[in-house]
C-alpha cells in the first residue's frame, strides 16, 4: 500500500520538475514570496504530522514543500522568471510568517497545521490574483501534479486524524482552484 503514496509523492515531484524546467527557462514567472511560503508551510505541516505520528500519509506534504522550494531557488537563476512583489504579496507574506512563529510558539502540532494552512493559504493569494490576471506567467499542469499526489495520502490515513487529513485536503482545494483557470487561460483583465 505504501507504493501508491510514494508514486503520487513522485508524481507531484514531477509536475513540480517541469514547473522547475520552466521556470529555468523563463516561461513562467513565480511570485518569490508565494513559493518561499509555499515550501516553508508544508515543510512544517510535515515535520508537525511525523512529530504526531503520522508517517506515510505525510509523504506527499513533505513533497509539497519540496519542489517549491526548489522553484523558489530557480526563479534567482533566471531574470526573465521574476514577477514583481507588490505591497500585497508583501503584506501576504508577512501574514504568512507571522503565522508560523505563531506555531513555533505554540509547539502544538495540531495548532502548527492549522496556523500552516492559513500560512500557505495566504501566500497563495498573490500568485492565484496574478494568475488569474496573467494566466501566460503560469502553469495549471503543477496544480494538477499536487492533487494527484495529494490524493494518494489517502491510502495511508490510518485514523483519520486532523493531522492526517487536513493539509492533504486542502492541497487537492487548492490545487483544483488553480489549475483551473491556469489551464483554461482565463484572464481577467
Not at 506515510?56 to 517549491?68: E, K, N
Not at 493569494?125 to 499542469?141: A, C, D, Q, V
Request: glycine share 8%; with cysteine.
Amino acid at each position: 500500500m505504501h507504493s501508491i503514496v510514494i508514486i503520487g509523492s513522485l508524481i507531484g515531484l514531477g509536475f513540480s520538475a517541469l514547473y522547475l524546467i520552466e521556470t529555468i527557462k523563463g516561461t513562467v514567472q513565480p511570485n518569490k514570496v508565494t513559493w518561499l511560503i509555499w515550501a516553508l508551510a508544508p515543510l512544517i505541516s510535515a515535520v508537525a504530522a511525523f512529530s504526531s505520528g503520522v508517517t506515510w500519509a505525510a509523504l506527499p506534504v513533505l513533497g509539497s514543500g519540496i519542489g517549491p522550494l526548489l522553484i523558489f531557488i530557480a526563479s534567482f537563476f533566471n531574470k526573465t522568471s521574476y514577477w514583481e512583489m507588490t505591497r500585497f504579496d508583501l503584506i501576504c507574506g508577512g501574514f504568512s510568517i507571522f503565522s508560523l512563529v505563531a506555531w513555533f510558539l505554540s509547539k502544538d502540532a495540531n495548532i502548527a497545521i492549522v496556523l500552516s494552512l492559513t500560512s500557505d493559504m495566504l501566500a497563495a493569494l498573490p500568485t492565484l490574483i496574478k494568475g488569474w490576471k496573467f494566466p501566460e506567467t503560469e502553469n495549471g499542469w503543477l496544480y494538477l501534479g499536487s492533487v494527484v499526489s495529494a490524493s494518494a495520502s489517502f491510502t495511508e490515513i490510518n485514523h483519520w486524524t486532523f493531522a492526517e487529513v487536513a493539509f492533504p485536503i486542502y492541497l487537492i482545494l487548492i490545487g483544483v482552484v488553480f489549475f483551473v483557470p491556469y489551464s483554461s487561460g482565463v484572464n481577467i483583465n
